[in-house]
């Protein structure tokens, strides 16, 4: 089963179809790391889309957290490589599933933290990924990460993410937060 967990990470959607099957779609690595974590962190954006999309329609666990608090959303939204339309629907579809929108991981603080800091890419070009975590009812902005609110760690980057800093106040402000 190892090559299959290295097939999702740095194969290509072929590649690891042809070692797949569908009741393998809940596997899980001895470091506790599921199947769909591998495909989640595939530098090859069709890969990662196609692979993560299949174990999505074969019902793979979304709901899993590591021992450093990071889930899946942390490991789609850290990648250094996006196509942000194509993995809008899955951010939305792993959130449906149970991945907790306000999982800390120690490395990345919560999920729209570490899509914040993924400088590589402009405000303009992550917003969409903003959108569906910030259309969430239970997103808690003013939950502890690495020693403050989530808020004032994003209004700490307000130089490069004014869209999202602005976003994140309106968010409050509609829910009497502020």
Known sequence: MADLGHLAQYGSFDEFMASYEPSQA?????SGQPLLMFALSNRDTDARTAIATRLLDDGADVGVTLSDGSNMLHVLLARKT????????ILRRLIEGGAD????AAKFGTPLETAAEMFKFSDETLAPFYDVLLSREDL????????RPVIDNL????AKRAILVEKAETYLRERGLV
């Open 140 to 147: 808690d902005l003013l939950r502890e990460s690495r020693g």
């Open 82 to 89: 996006h196509d942000v339309e194509a993995e809008v629907p």
């Open 26 to 30: 809940a596997w899980t690595a001895g």
């Open 155 to 158: 209004r700490s980057l307000r």
């Open 101 to 104: 929108v306000n999982g800390v």
